[in-house]
């Protein structure tokens, strides 16, 4: 099966944020442009492979993340006009931090067939900002969001909760500032201290305090009640969309669909249904690595993470099928749709029935989730207590 989804790494930003541990480089003057003049062309050098090969042709939905993907300039809208002359996505959406994105590349970006954009705001606290390594301000955010409606993109904006310095009456000021500006998408996210990042650091010295889980809880939940309100529908566990505005390709992931990732640290996805139904060895280099390419061709799941930039070394994971459904499971308590009917339909044909009953029975005894007649569906304990729902139902993997 070919892939729906298409997303592209830029590993580049102007500084690294204390919380961050993604694959990204801050570099400077010269060395930035020439780092991602290399890195742009081997880019191009997988999409046109991908691409020439008809492994594109079905794609429905294209994601640039990063790092900072407005850092790069022109250079994203050639990216950009090089995805699209294989493919014609429904959405398009591109990452950007405020400190980076003008007036000039937004409607350069509009003009190569971009529909969406979704900024890095964090918070519209400047002390905040200042705590986590944010280089924007309050104000630049809110031109850049000014910016990208003026040109008629989608808008959707990146929230994150349980910041140093954070209270729930700052997290309510931004996000009420946020829905005066008519955002189409928000999305919130707790702090997750990473080890080895400045931020970590900084807490184990004492240096700073970060709000503990049951602050991000009351976040989350001041959350629920201020976008609802506002006429957003929660749709997943930290995204909210005003009717008809939902990510598609983000759903993308959680409902299993196939995606392609290129670009270093990219990841991937696909299904394999038999060795006969197999595409093109020849497109995906990741499957001649190692042992005998044939090895790797068995019914189940293949996910992988690009090594390097020019798209010639992976990390791959191979699941069985019973494996696979078991994170479709998963991933489906994490959507406010929850498992469906025809979803359990098929776990039956993979999963002992009476395994897959006392797993849903434990879920609903335990509070974590709920039967609406057509759906097994997270509660809010399963929102907050998101782990141990996800635990119950990746047993069900062996």
């Known amino acids: 099966m070919k892939p729906r989804a298409l997303y592209l790494h830029i590993p580049f930003c102007k500084a690294k944020c204390l919380y961050c541990d993604f694959d990204s480089r801050a570099l400077g003057g010269c060395e930035l442009d020439a780092a991602m003049d290399r890195y742009c062309t081997a880019l191009a050098s997988q999409i046109d492979t991908y691409g020439a090969a008809g492994e594109l042709d079905e794609v429905e939905t294209v994601y640039i993340g990063g790092g900072t993907p407005s850092l790069l300039g022109a250079r994203l809208v050639s990216l950009v006009e090089r995805v699209r002359g294989y493919c014609d996505p429904v959405e398009f959406t591109c990452e950007a931090n405020p400190e980076s994105f003008t007036l000039e590349l937004a409607q350069a970006l509009r003009e190569a067939g971009v529909t969406r954009i979704s900024l890095g705001v964090q918070t519209l606290d400047a002390g905040e900002l200042k705590a986590i390594g944010r280089i924007h301000s309050a104000e630049q955010a809110m031109l850049a969001i000014a910016q990208v409606k003026a040109v008629g993109f989608s808008t959707s904006c990146d929230v994150m909760c349980g910041l140093p310095g954070q209270t729930l009456e700052s997290f309510g000021r931004t996000l009420e500032t946020l829905m005066t500006l008519r955002l189409d998408h928000i999305s919130v996210y707790p702090l997750q201290l990473e080890e080895g990042t400045p931020l970590a650091r900084l807490e184990e010295q004492g240096r700073i305090a970060v709000p503990d889980e049951d602050f991000q809880a009351a976040c989350m939940d001041l959350a629920v009640e201020m976008l609802t309100g506002a006429g957003f529908e929660r749709y997943e566990v930290a995204s909210y969309a005003q ?156």
């Open 243 to 398: 009717p008809g505005q939902r990510c598609r390709h983000n759903i993308a992931y959680w409902t299993g669909k196939p995606y392609l990732g290129l670009g270093r640290s990219a990841a991937g996805m696909f299904d394999i249904p038999s060795a006969a139904e197999m595409c093109n060895l020849g497109t995906y280099p990741f499957y001649t690595s190692g042992a005998n390419p044939s090895s790797a061709l068995h019914e189940g799941r293949v996910r992988y993470r690009q090594l390097d930039d020019e798209g010639v070394q992976f990390d791959t994971e191979h699941l069985t099928p019973r494996e696979a459904m078991a994170e479709d499971l998963m991933l489906a308590c994490r959507m406010t749709d929850g498992i469906g009917i025809d979803l359990l339909k098929r776990a039956a044909a993979l999963i002992p029935e009476l395994e897959l009953r006392a797993a849903c029975e434990a879920a609903v005894r335990s509070g974590l989730a709920t039967w609406d007649g057509r759906a097994l569906v997270p509660s809010h304990l399963g929102w907050l207590e998101g782990n141990e729902l996800f635990g119950l139902l990746w047993a069900l993997a062996c």
